[in-house]
């Protein structure tokens, strides 16, 4: 494994009920992994319920933990804080809605000597077939506009070198164009790409907003603007 030093952060809006149980679930997994240095930024995006007085009481608790709080910019707005906070070569990010099982973690380690980007892709998603056709209606159009070739682009767990992330720079797409936009300029960049399965979970609290609808009309402004800004 060529990663001896990692960040680790979680985008949260509205998590109260999931964020401590994913955070403490990472430590732990973190600590078993023989890394020099590592740590957890929990992304707290302005969130309404009780998200960021648990990150904060958690970072009072585990000093590798810290807090970025921030209005809310949506989910493409949390990932650029949380790369923007990050201090190692490799960052790992994960939904901080207990969908994913952070001991996959070691799945994207063990192909770090292949890619500069492990992307995840989900097994049997675990979302709700409204979700899912969204999904794959802006993985069509992503893939015929800009030929991004991924098989879910979306997956919220993904580890890439920092050196990714600031050769993309800048970002102007918000919410879900922020993955396909990094994708898209890290590929025409000739960075490698390595795709992970991993097991979806069902959300056991909390509610999804990524099917808003407010939200998807944004996306797809910001989508056809990428996509006349690099066509």
């Not at 000093?63 to 790992?92: D, M």
């Not at 506009?145 to 918000?174: H, Q, T, W």
């Amino acid at each position: 494994m060529s990663v001896d030093r990692l960040s680790v952060f979680f985008p949260a809006y509205n998590e109260e009920q999931n964020i401590a149980l994913t955070v403490e679930q990472a430590l732990k997994v973190l600590k078993t992994l023989g890394l020099k240095n590592y740590e957890v930024i929990i992304v707290d995006d302005g969130s309404r319920d009780d998200t960021g007085k648990i990150a904060d009481e958690l970072a009072v608790e585990y000093p590798e933990v810290k807090v970025v709080h921030q209005k809310n910019r949506g989910y493409g707005g949390a990932l650029k804080t949380g790369f923007e906070n990050s201090k190692y070569e490799w960052v790992a990010f994960a939904d901080s809605d207990g969908q994913f099982d952070f001991t996959d973690i070691t799945k994207f380690l063990n192909e770090a000597d292949r890619g500069d980007l492990i992307v995840g892709y989900r097994i049997k998603r675990a979302d709700s077939t409204l979700r899912k056709i969204t999904t794959f209606g802006w993985k069509t159009i992503a893939r015929i506009l800009m030929g991004l070739n991924v098989r879910d682009y979306s997956c919220g767990f993904k580890l890439i070198k920092k050196e990714v992330y600031e050769a993309v720079l800048p970002l102007v797409g918000e919410e879900k164009v922020t993955q396909i936009e990094m994708l898209v300029k890290a590929k025409r960049l000739g960075f490698k790409f390595v795709e992970v399965g991993v097991p979806h979970y069902p959300r056991k609290f909390g509610i999804q907003t990524g099917a808003n609808l407010k939200v998807v009309l944004k996306s797809i402004s910001d989508l056809f603007k990428l996509w006349w800004k690099i066509r």
